[in-house]
C-alpha cells in the first residue's frame, strides 16, 4: 500500500503492507497516503488486525485518517479494531493525538481501536497466522515482522541497517520484503539506520529466502541504486515494490487496478 521511504514519491504512499487472504487481512504499518491506497484493496472495516512496526510518521500517520473512517464513516464496524503497537508506542500516540482533544479527548484512539501493545519478544496469533518480531537496527526501537500461515512465511525489515537479527527472522522465508533508502554512494556516518540495496541483497542471500521485494526508497533511486545493486550479492527473485503491488506466494508479482474482490476468480 506504500514503497516510500519517508518522503512519499509522487502518486506513491509511504511504508504499508496488506497481507490478505480468503481469511485475514492484516496490515503492517500504515504510513502517509497509505489509507487512500489501501482502501482500493479491502474495506478498512473488515480488517483483522493492525501492527505497527515503530513510532516513525512515515509508518503510522495514517492510523489519523482510519480513525475519523472508523468513527464518522458510514459503516461501523461491530468490534474495535485491533491495534498493536511497539513498546511505548501508546504513549507517543496518545501524546500525539491528545492535539485533538476537542474530538474525543483520551478516547480520540480508543473509541474505535482495541489498542494494545505488542511484547517483541513473544509471537503474536492474528487469525491462523503468527507474527514474530525482532528488533531491528534503527534511530528507534523499531522491530521487524515475520508472517506465517499455513506454512509460507512474509518476513518485513521495517526500517533497519543490516542487522544479523533480520537475517535470523527472514531465514528461508518465501518473500522478503526489505527496505532500501540508501543510494548506492550514500554513507550513513555514526549512528546507522537504513540500508542500501547492496545490503539488502546481502541480508537476503544470508538468509536464503525465496524472493526479495525492495521497499522504502527514494524517488531519486535509480535501477542502479535498487534491483542491480541488490543482485550482486543475491542470486534469487528481485522486484523494486511499487504501490498496488501484488505479491502471490509461488507466482510472478503484479501491479492491481481494481480491489482483491474484483480479482478473484467469480463464485471463488
Ligand atoms: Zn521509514
Ligand atoms: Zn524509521
Known sequence: MGSSASIPRPGRACSSYLIADDETSLVLDLGSGAFA???????????DAIVISHMHADHFIDLIPLRYALCYGPQRRK???????????????????SAFADEGGGDFLTEVFEVATYDPASSLRIGAGVIRFAPTAHYIPAYAVRYERHGQS????????????????????????????????????????????????????AAGVRRLALTHY???ATAHDLDEGACEFYSGEIVVADDHMLFELGSAPRILSGSLCAEEPAGG
Open 79 to 97: 468490534r474495535k479494531l485491533p491495534l498493536y503497537l511497539p513498546p511505548d508506542g501508546e504513549r507517543m500516540l496518545h501524546a500525539l493525538v
Open 218 to 220: 527514494a524517488e531519486t
Open 154 to 205: 512474509i518476513a518485513y525489515s521495517a526500517d533497519t541497517a543490516p542487522d544479523e537479527r533480520i537475517v535470523a527472522l527472514a531465514r528461508e522465508a518465501d518473500l522478503f520484503v526489505c527496505e532500501s533508502t540508501l543510494l548506492a554512494n550514500d554513507v550513513e556516518r555514526g549512528m546507522r539506520g537504513h540500508s542500501s540495496s547492496r545490503e539488502a541483497g546481502q541480508m537476503a542471500q
Open 37 to 47: 491506497n489501501l482502501r482500493r484493496h479491502v474495506d478498512y472495516n473488515r480488517l
